[in-house]
């Protein structure tokens, strides 16, 4: 008799453990980022920020594709961090937190069963090094390789085409095989050839043929530049003009050349199929680091 009523107390206690009732959650729900800059040194405020990474007083709760309804299993006040993230050179496996734009803190009082809207807002942390070609000068920074049969103009019309103002623009026919351009920069030889610190290339574009995009180094014993290639950029639309933003990882490619002593960036276009018509745009062009 002792023993069943010891079995029957441990059933009831097993099934109280069971029976416990799930923690109903509480939610926020966050809209995409909104992103300002602090001066023109910094170039525009256009951004193509994907995810909101999502912390609770310090610990990761997830990643999310903005807007998002997220279910969280705290309640009361609690400090609320949520980081841009981007998909870095455009890849949507490679999502990262991007390191150049603030975290937006909040303080947030939760209450299960009810969801609280997040306006998340964003800006360039201090003290960065910029290097921006927006093409709204009368001369853009970019120079034309010896053997280039094309070169890079400035565009201001027709405004439907255009992202913001004025665009680099590069066009060729079926006559035309070979457009390189290049930078000339000092700065760029302090490109980070460690490949966990962070630099990237912003850039607006829009191409109906694809380009490469790189880095040019050298050191004492290569007199002249080589290429590297970063990406190569598929088209972005066949008639009509359709713009793009991509954020560019620079050390995936510095980080290949440890005794490299100087940098640069170019961009090629190599027309092996005779196309006609090729129009490649630009805009908003930067080169992001810490110095």
């Not at 800006?123 to 001369?139: C, G, M, S």
């Not at 665009?167 to 030889?189: K, V, W, Y």
């Amino acid at each position: 008799m002792k023993r069943f009523f010891l079995l029957l107390i441990l059933f009831n206690l097993s099934c109280q453990l069971i029976d416990q009732p799930e923690e109903i959650p509480s939610f926020i729900h966050v809209n995409d980022f909104s992103f300002s800059i602090n001066n023109s040194n910094q170039g525009s405020n256009s951004e193509k920020i994907i995810d909101a990474w999502i912390y609770i007083n310090g610990n990761l709760e997830g990643v999310y594709e903005m807007p998002a309804t997220i279910p969280l299993h705290y309640q009361g006040v609690k400090n609320l961090s949520i980081y841009p993230g981007i998909k870095r050179n455009g890849i949507s496996a490679d999502r990262k937190k991007y390191p150049f734009y603030l975290p937006y803190n909040t303080s947030i009082n939760l209450i299960p069963d009810s969801i609280i809207e997040i306006n998340p807002s964003t800006e360039y942390e201090e003290d960065l090094f910029f290097w921006v070609e927006d093409f709204e000068d009368p001369q853009h920074k970019f120079q034309s390789h010896s053997t280039s049969q094309v070169d890079l103009s400035i565009l201001d019309s027709p405004e439907s085409i255009l992202f913001e103002g004025n665009a680099g623009i590069i066009t060729m026919d079926s006559s035309q095989f070979n457009c390189e351009i290049r930078t000339n920069e000092l700065d760029f030889n302090q490109f980070p050839k460690n490949l966990n610190i962070p630099a990237y290339i912003e850039l607006n574009y829009a191409n109906n043929f694809p380009f490469s995009l790189g880095i040019l180094h050298k050191n004492a014993s290569l007199p002249a530049y080589q290429n590297q290639a970063l990406i190569t950029m598929i088209p972005t639309f066949e008639d009509s003009v359709i713009w793009n933003k991509t954020y560019l990882y620079i050390p995936d490619a510095t980080s290949l050349y440890s005794s490299a002593t100087e940098f640069d960036i170019y961009i090629s276009v190599i027309n092996d199929n005779n196309q006609n018509d090729i129009m490649i745009l630009f805009d908003n062009f930067k080169v992001i680091y810490r110095p």
